[in-house]
């Protein structure tokens, strides 16, 4: 029997027209420019052509348990890190291997009708760390957080770049209300 290409779906836009595969998803992603116009207060070279550059605001050290339930949760308990200065005066984090919770710079709001993702920036992967965060909903806006694995020491200055926030359109219904909308306005 001779190998036939799989027959890939059809999509439909919203006005109805039947798009071929590749257009179906053409779009699915928002500039980085789409991004930052609704975020403002950015530095110029935050802005990438597929996402914004987030910052380290703070870092924190947990250091009692949390609890995650069927009827709710309790984080544990944090301890900020206070950043070394450099000669300059530059305040510069110095972190061993561990977990730490590490606070964003920016104000983040995501807009309806759409979802927000984080990647680590691949200076951080290539200094054998990395960010891992959750979804960001719809209609979600604070000063986020997300986990830093640190692998290898490394310093990390505050207000350097350390992971790209992207964000792709999404159908769903309602927008964000729960408990961690808000943080650290």
């Not at 070394?84 to 977990?99: I, M, N, W």
């Amino acid at each position: 029997m001779a190998h036939r290409a799989p027959r890939w779906p059809r999509f439909a836009s919203p006005t109805g027209t039947v798009l071929p595969p590749l257009a179906a998803h053409t779009g699915m992603f928002r500039s980085g420019a789409f991004l930052a116009d609704r975020l403002g207060d950015l530095d110029d070279d935050q802005v990438q052509p597929n996402g914004v550059d987030l910052t380290l605001g703070a870092v924190h050290e947990q250091v009692d348990a949390g609890r995650i339930g069927r009827d709710g949760k309790t984080v544990g308990d944090r301890r900020e890190i206070d950043p070394d200065e450099t000669d300059d005066g530059t305040p510069v984090y110095r972190l061993a291997p561990g977990g730490y919770v590490v606070q964003y710079g920016e104000h983040i709001a995501i807009p309806e009708e759409h979802v927000g993702f984080l990647y680590p920036r691949s200076s951080l992967l290539r200094n054998s760390c990395t960010i891992d965060t959750a979804v960001w909903d719809a209609g979600y806006e604070g000063r986020g957080e997300g986990l830093l694995e640190v692998h290898h020491e490394i310093e990390l200055e505050r207000g350097a770049r350390i992971a790209q926030l992207v964000i792709a359109a999404a159908d769903h219904v309602g927008t964000y209300d729960g408990s961690y909308q808000g943080e650290r306005l």
